[in-house]
């Protein structure tokens, strides 16, 4: 178990070692003047970008406004979804079908197309059964590309609204994207989907493989270009599983060695990336402040899981059973409890959602911190808009602290007012709206009319169900609209999902707990950057130092408590607490 715990922080530790450098890289990738005896950083990739700006008839050189890039930040994404909902409708008469696979349902590919664009990955579906090669490379390879490029433009987007100047432009939303791609996240996906492939994974269009098992029974593995899905999948913060197990899979993940490399990488971008910000905006003291207080959050939340998951099960405790690894049920020996407690920690809190271990078969306080990973959703968070939830909650401690010792709040330079505050207030309340509303009209279904939603075992079999039983499937019900809130994408798969509610309810939730927290922050940016910048005095709160950093996390803290404490009480809480 040493060995195992050994493992968990050098993988964390390991991930930040890389991140600091990976953050200067990315900066350089994108700084508008290159430093003094410098070039930008992956500019070989130049001329293939101009290319595809003369193809797209796009001008590198126009610098647009913020209301500019959001509108060509929605249209290209609504294009996209356009384009993944008719490829999945109709996928079963398109070509690199060798499985005989068949479509999508009007209301599965509806759900499929959104979970993919939004960089969520909410799968109602088995990746072996539910797709073609064709789609899985042309909808949901593309699609990990695109929405983890989409969520790096927003961040450098607002780089312009932290500099000391008056500005109404905020860059090119076209040339950020493209640069994400180019530079960032295709040649790491390149580089890890090889290291993936020399380890096991299969990278391939054959069809199904099939073996005789011990037992002599004949099995059918699927394989196909797993590979490739698997490298963006991490290394985007996406997700979704090439396989219907996800990363429990021993074709996706064979190893430990693979199991800790795609734990790093998919850290290794949130970080970077906002170290990176810091590089870009000249405010490495503040970026080193939201750090901390990342940090501080992921690790309240991983230490407590590891140390549930350690201790094992109460209830074959009570049985008098020995647990000497830890609670195992759920867990794959390849990796053990320490290592999926970690990973379930970093993938909800990082908002990736994939998964290495079965979420639901975790000890209620580790499903708990799962669901406030996702919750909360700004320590680290997802490729790129980690920083932009964050903001949010920045906006608020500002206002919030000027009160508190007198001052007029103010944010590097420019005065934030009542609409700055309403706008940060809407986009925090919306999604305590979306994830109490959504499991309100489920757990309202299950009573009144339960063919709508599903089987439900621990909440349908009342006559042979237990108390925890019951708090269990609400649990799962609550799970399901936290993670499509927090654009996760993992599950507590006791639930049948792939039903007309869950696929129609959970793809609105997916479209606006993406859209809106990178909407109002981008807006709240573009209006502080039009404001008059009026230089630091000895009367301006700092918003660089470690006791502001400890009033935002009280913020976060606070604000999710008061938001979800209720129905975590009514899940996951009241489960722990009830003795089996």
């Known amino acids: 178990m040493n060995t195992e715990l050994i493992g968990v922080v050098v993988t964390y530790l390991a991930t930040l070692l890389l991140a600091v450098p990976l953050g200067r890289f990315i900066a350089s990738c994108f700084r508008e003047k290159p430093e003094p005896n410098s070039r930008p950083a992956m500019g070989f990739m130049a001329p293939l970008e101009r290319l595809i700006f003369r193809f797209a008839d796009i001008d590198p050189d126009r610098q647009m406004s913020w209301k500019e890039n959001l509108v060509a930040l929605l249209t290209i994404n609504a294009l996209w979804f356009v384009y993944a909902f008719f490829m999945l409708l109709f996928q079963d008469k398109l070509p690199l079908n060798p499985d005989g696979n068949p479509a999508m349902t009007p209301d599965l590919a509806f759900n499929t197309a959104i979970s993919f664009m939004v960089n969520c990955d909410l799968q109602h579906y088995a990746g072996e059964t539910g797709l073609t090669y064709l789609t899985q490379l042309g909808v949901i390879n593309f699609l990990m590309f695109v929405s983890a490029a989409t969520g790096i433009a927003a961040l450098l987007l607002m780089v312009r609204a932290f500099r000391p100047e008056r500005t109404e432009i905020s860059g090119n939303f076209y040339v950020y994207f493209t640069r994400a791609i180019t530079r960032i996240v295709l040649p790491g996906s390149l580089i890890l989907a090889f290291f993936l492939t020399l380890n096991g994974v299969p990278a391939s269009l054959d069809r199904r493989g099939q073996f005789v098992s011990m037992e002599g029974d004949t099995v059918h593995v699927s394989r196909g270009p797993a590979a490739a899905v698997i490298a963006i999948k991490h290394l985007g913060t996406n997700g979704g599983g090439y396989f219907g197990a996800n990363s429990a899979h021993p074709l996706e993940n064979p190893t430990y060695g693979t199991n800790m490399v ?38 309240l939340l991983v230490i407590p899981t590891l140390m549930t998951e350690y ?10 059973l020995a647990q000497p690894t830890g609670a195992m049920e759920g867990k794959e020996v390849r990796f053990g409890p320490l290592s999926s407690a970690y990973w379930s920690i ?32 700004a320590f680290y968070g997802g490729c790129g808009v980690g920083f932009l939830n964050y903001f949010y909650y920045l906006i608020i401690a500002v206002f919030i602290a000027g009160l508190m010792v007198g001052r007029t709040p103010e944010l590097f330079g420019r005065k934030v007012e009542a609409r700055e505050i309403k ?9 305590t709206l979306l994830i109490k509303g959504g499991t309100a009209l489920a ?15 621990s909440v349908h079999d009342a006559s042979n169900a237990s108390h925890a039983d019951h708090y269990h499937g609400f649990t799962q019900m609550l799970y399901e609209f936290t993670s499509a809130n927090a654009n996760n994408g993992s599950g507590f798969e006791g639930l049948t999902d792939n039903t007309l509610f869950w696929n129609v309810a959970t793809g609105f939730v997916l479209l606006l707990g993406r859209f809106i927290p990178i909407i109002g922050p981008l807006t709240v940016a573009g ?23 400890l009033m935002t996390l009280a913020v976060i803290l606070i604000i999710t408590a008061l938001s979800f404490f209720p129905v975590l009480v009514l899940g996951p809480l009241a489960e722990y607490f009830t003795p089996r």
């Open 443 to 457: 757990a309202w279904l299950v009573v009144q009319h339960p063919e709508a939603v599903g089987p439900l075992v």
């Open 311 to 320: 201790s094992g099960s109460p209830a074959l405790a009570n049985l008098g």
């Open 423 to 431: 706008i940060a207030s809407l986009v925090a309340l919306l999604s």
């Open 527 to 549: 209006l502080l950057a039009s404001k008059k910048y009026v230089p630091a005095t000895s009367g301006t709160l700092p918003t660089d130092t470690a006791t502001f950093g």
């Open 262 to 299: 795609v734990l790093m990488a998919q850290v290794l971008l949130p970080i970077a990336l906002l170290l990176a910000f810091g590089y870009l905006t000249n405010r490495r003291r503040f970026i080193w402040v939201v750090f901390g207080v990342m940090t501080t959050g992921f690790l």
């Open 346 to 377: 970093a993938t909800t809190a990082i908002s990736t959602g994939s998964v290495n271990s079965m979420h639901d078969s975790s000890m209620p306080l580790s499903g708990a911190f799962q669901l406030l990973g996702m919750m909360t959703n």
